[in-house]
T-cell receptor, first 109, second 116 residues
Framework: DAKTTQPNSMESNEEEPVHLPCNHS???????IHWYRQLPSQGPEYVIH???SNVNNRMASLAIAEDRKSSTLILHRATLRDAAVYYC??????????FGGGTRLMVKP | AAGVIQSPRHLIKEKRETATLKCYPI?????VYWYQQGPGQDPQFLIS???????DKGSIPDRFSAQQFSDYHSELNMSSLELGDSALYFC???????????????FGPGTRLTVL
């Protein structure tokens, strides 16, 4: 399985943008890049996913490097509710998620 | 909108007992997944079902079994419980649509199993 590398933790101030990086240098051409987050005491929650182009939805934006070896999840205005562990996951035609590491985002008021 | 339902939410068992966890997917979702999350750990995939057939298998112990029923709900059966089985068990569902890798999974609130 292709692996991802994320920082263990990041800190942000409330109302400011947050850029969460993910490296996936061994990504294959058919791997989708998924982001999930897990708030304290809750199940994981889908955030966004993409293949090659940048993607936007109501929760976040996903910026994918041209060579697809890295991506960045962008939260445009962090709120206290965004404090969670964010997982960057690669998926190919498969339906199971492999959670590994993740970035613990702390949001300061 | 309807979400994934899991029952029970909390379960306390003794060692060597059995436990059954239930999962009711979002209506019209045809795929169910089970994950286990130990204390301070990341969720680990156990097993999945697509259209009532096992589709993928992860690190599920032989003491555990699961199935998906005709109404698409799923049950995870756990026997000879051990202390190390204490964990949060999440069920997720998705609409496979031919197993495209772009499908998002919707997670339930989890069942917290404590083995004493």
């Amino acid at each position: 399985d292709a692996k991802t590398t994320q920082p263990n933790s990041m800190e942000s101030n409330e109302e400011e943008p947050v850029h969460l990086p993910c490296n996936h240098s061994t990504i294959s051409g058919t791997d989708y890049i998924h982001w999930y987050r897990q708030l304290p005491s809750q199940g994981p929650e889908y955030v966004i996913h993409g293949l090659t182009s940048n993607v936007n939805n109501r929760m976040a934006s996903l910026a994918i490097a041209e060579d697809r070896k890295s991506s960045t999840l962008i939260l445009h205005r962090a709120t206290l509710r965004d404090a969670a562990v964010y997982y960057c996951i690669l998926m190919y035609a498969g339906i199971m998620l492999t959670f590994g590491g993740g970035t613990r985002l702390m949001v300061k008021p | 909108a309807a979400g994934v339902i899991q029952s029970p939410r909390h379960l306390i068992k003794e060692k060597r007992e059995t436990a059954t966890l239930k999962c009711y997917p979002i209506p019209r979702h045809d795929t169910v997944y089970w994950y286990q999350q130990g204390p301070g750990q990341d969720p680990q995939f156990l097993i999945s079902f697509y259209e009532k057939m096992q589709s993928d298998k992860g690190s599920i112990p032989d003491r555990f079994s699961a199935q998906q029923f005709s109404d698409y709900h799923s049950e995870l059966n756990m026997s000879s419980l051990e202390l190390g089985d204490s964990a949060l068990y999440f069920c997720a569902s998705s609409l496979a649509q031919g197993l495209r890798a772009g499908n998002e999974q919707f997670f339930g609130p989890g069942t917290r199993l404590t083995v004493l």
